[in-house]
């Protein structure tokens, strides 16, 4: 099964670009990234295959020979803090493989 | 849109009791899932359905653990004899399948202790 590997923890000045990297082993479908703030559930921010993605919350970067990625976050706030999950789906299935993420932690 | 709904948001409940954690997903989605959160073993897929069918459970840890999905509005998670190492954040979520690669939408999980 696809495995992702993302750095355990990062910091971020508010204000700035927040870029969390990402490293796959295999991947054939879309990947998915998703945030836990605390203790809530998950929340999803942007997916993409193949093309570089943007939304009103962040930016996708994927290489072209997909074995890597970088989820932007333009200008983090402190209510970014939180936990990243870099996630790829099981090949035919609809389970998604959550990893230990990265912390991103924002300070003022 | 109201969202995932869980219920109860916590749950505290002694060694042997049974459990039952409840589910509504987003209207109109068809594929729920089912998810457990501790610290040991990070966020883990228990099962999941498509049009209220188990599609799969490889991740039920036991025989204790049972889900059903009766209709398009609601599913259960029962925990029956529950034991302490349950104890656990349990989060529902929800998706419209269409081709595969669809999001999924979190609940905002039901906190479990078990004495």
């Known amino acids: 099964d696809a495995k992702t590997t993302q750095p355990p923890s990062m910091d971020c000045a508010e204000g700035r670009a927040a870029n969390l990297p990402c490293n796959h082993s295999t991947i054939s479908g879309n990947e998915y990234w998703y945030r836990q703030i605390h203790s809530q559930g998950p929340q999803y921010i942007i997916h993409?295959?193949?093309n570089n993605e943007t939304n009103e919350m962040a930016s996708l970067i994927i290489t072209e020979d997909r074995k890597s990625s970088t989820l932007i976050l333009p200008h983090a706030t402190l209510r970014d803090t939180a936990v990243y999950y870099c996630i790829v789906r099981v090949h035919n299935t609809d389970k998604l493989i959550f990893g230990t993420g990265t912390r991103l932690q924002v300070f003022p | 849109d109201a969202g995932v709904i869980q219920s109860p948001r916590h749950e505290v409940t002694e060694m042997g009791q049974e459990v039952t954690l409840r589910c509504k997903p987003i209207s109109g989605h068809n594929s729920l899932f089912w998810y457990r959160q501790t610290m040991m073993r990070g966020l883990e897929l228990l099962i999941y359905?498509?049009?209220?069918?188990?599609?799969?459970d490889s991740g039920m840890p036991e025989d204790r653990f049972s889900a059903k999905m009766p209709n398009a509005s609601f599913s259960t998670l029962k925990i029956q004899p529950s034991e302490p190492r349950d104890s656990a954040v349990y989060f529902c979520?929800?998706?419209?399948?269409?081709?595969?690669?669809?999001?999924?939408?979190f609940g905002p999980g039901t906190r479990l202790l078990v004495l």
């Open positions: 359905f498509n049009n209220n069918v188990p599609i799969d």
């Open positions: 993409g295959l193949k």
């Open positions: 979520a929800s998706s419209l399948y269409q081709r595969g690669g669809e999001t999924q939408y």
